[in-house]
Nanobody
């Protein structure tokens, strides 16, 4: 059974940076598409970024394009989300997700989820 553990969240001022990490276990990491979603209070969980290893392709929500970068280290079974130029509207719980073949990459219907890590951006 796949397990995902996020880390790296915290409090940062607007314009600052954070790097989230997600440690993967319980499967063959290289077979999985890895992604990040986020959920702000009172809002639905939304797609942030994904990395499809089989094609090497990355996907980003328009709201984070140019500011966030997803990467993965297959040797460490870890996926990262580098977040730069953070804005208060980026405040949310960030979730790591894994799926061998997500039906729709941008919808939160992936098979496996982490427990989430809080990111708070102050104005």
């Amino acid at each position: 059974q796949v397990q995902l553990v996020e880390s790296g969240g915290g409090l940062v001022q607007a314009g600052g940076s954070l790097r989230l990490s997600c440690a993967f276990s319980g499967g063959t990491f290289s077979l999985y598409t890895m992604g990040w979603f986020r959920q702000a209070p009172g809002k639905e969980r939304e797609f942030v970024a994904a990395f499809k290893w089989s094609s090497g392709r990355t996907y980003y929500a328009d709201s984070v394009k140019g500011r966030f970068t997803i990467s993965r280290d297959n040797a460490r079974n870890t996926v990262y989300l580098q977040m730069n130029s953070l804005k208060p509207e980026d405040t949310a719980v960030y979730y790591c997700a894994a799926d061998k073949s997500p039906a729709v990459i941008t919808t939160p219907t992936w098979n496996s989820w982490g427990q989430g890590t809080q990111v708070t951006v102050s104005a």
